[in-house]
């Protein structure tokens, strides 16, 4: 079997994008998404305007030459995901847990919403 790097294995991508679940629990927007094998040193989380942004690395736990697999329908290596919130968000009272690999990002919703005022000009 001729030698396959990741993005040979998935369709020419370079970074895997995440599955991601967003649903609404009380007052919390929660989003949850599948980690295993992740470490929380290799994730990144942030935040801009409305848009959330879940970057990381996965790694295979032992090297494995290219010609030994036969199946690997895993992704080992990069990942991302960005998606729009569909509420605003008190971004400074998120928070997240990895446990039992899978991510939960909890993120209060504004009861505050963005009001803005429109000036007419002379």
């Known amino acids: 079997m001729p030698s396959r790097s990741n ?8 970074e895997a994008q995440l599955s991601v679940d967003v649903y609404r629990d009380k007052k919390d927007l929660v989003i949850t998404s599948p980690m295993a094998g992740v470490k929380p040193d290799n994730l990144d989380i942030s935040m801009h305007g409305d848009l959330l ?11 494995i030459p290219e010609d030994d697999w036969y199946y690997r329908e895993n992704y080992w290596g990069s990942f991302s995901r960005s998606i729009v919130l569909p509420h605003e968000v008190a971004v400074d009272s998120a928070k997240a847990s990895l446990k039992n690999g899978v991510l939960e990002i909890r993120i209060p919703i504004s009861t505050q919403g963005k009001k803005m005022k429109v000036t007419w000009e002379e």
């Open 53 to 63: 942004t879940v970057r990381g690395t996965r790694s295979y736990a032992k090297e």
């Open 7 to 14: 993005a040979d294995w998935f369709g020419g991508q370079e």
